[in-house]
T-cell receptor, first 109, second 113 residues
Framework: GIQVEQSPPDLILQEGANSTLRCNFS?????LQWFHQNPWGQLINLFY???GTKQNGRLSATTVATERYSLLYISSSQTTDSGVYFC???????????FGTGTRLTIIP | DAGVIQSPRHEVTEMGQEVTLRCKPI?????LFWYRQTMMRGLELLIY????????DSGMPEDRFSAKMPNASFSTLKIQPSEPRDSAVYFC???????????FGAGTRLSVL
């Protein structure tokens, strides 16, 4: 099956810093989602982005489908951004999401 | 819409007991997915349904696990008998027919003692 790798596994930043999270996948995809799992365990949709670039406030994401990677940018980090960020993909011929192992982000005041 | 609704939010039970987790998908969504999250294995798909029909149950760990979707607005995941290694967070998700976003419920945190 498709493989999804995320980097870095852990990231600790001061409040106000910017960060870039990466997701590599091993095959072509027709769905890619970024999620934020907050400290209470809820999985929050951030982006549905099988290709191209999207922005939502301080967050933006870019997927380069031909090169099989996606990037999540967080600018001006806030403590509420802490948590685990997951990338999940759905490959062609499949209807289920395969999740990466996540990036744990900790924002220090 | 209230989103995907799961119940209970927390369940603590003793080994050998039957556990039933419930999920109400978003109205109008054709697909329903059950996932399990553990420290060791991360987030993994257990089973999914399309129009109430189970499509892929290859992720169901063993015969102690079963899932049903009797109608478009309700699904259950049952574990009988439960074991301590079943302790995990179980998520339900749904999406429409157009391969868009999967929306997740708040999860059920299961502890089997």
């Amino acid at each position: 099956g498709i493989q999804v790798e995320q980097s870095p596994p852990d990231l600790i930043l001061q409040e106000g810093a910017n960060s870039t999270l990466r997701c590599n996948f091993s095959d072509s995809v027709n769905n890619l989602q970024w999620f934020h799992q907050n400290p209470w365990g809820q999985l929050i949709n951030l982006f549905y982005i099988p290709s191209g670039t999207k922005q939502n406030g301080r967050l933006s994401a870019t997927t380069v489908a031909t090169e099989r990677y996606s990037l999540l940018y967080i600018s001006s980090s806030q403590t509420t951004d802490s948590g685990v960020y997951f990338c999940a993909v759905e490959d062609f011929g499949n209807e289920k999401l395969t999740f990466g192992t996540g990036t744990r982000l900790t924002i220090i005041p | 819409d209230a989103g995907v609704i799961q119940s209970p939010r927390h369940e603590v039970t003793e080994m050998g007991q039957e556990v039933t987790l419930r999920c109400k998908p978003i109205s109008g969504h054709d697909y329903l997915f059950w996932y399990r999250q553990t420290m060791m294995r991360g987030l993994e798909l257990l089973i999914y349904f399309n129009n109430n029909v189970p499509i892929d149950d290859s992720g169901m760990p063993e015969d102690r696990f079963s899932a049903k979707m009797p109608n478009a607005s309700f699904s259950t995941l049952k574990i009988q008998p439960s074991e301590p290694r079943d302790s995990a967070v179980y998520f339900c998700a749904s999406r429409g027919a157009d391969r868009g976003i999967q929306y997740f419920g708040a999860g059920t945190r299961l502890s089997v003692l």
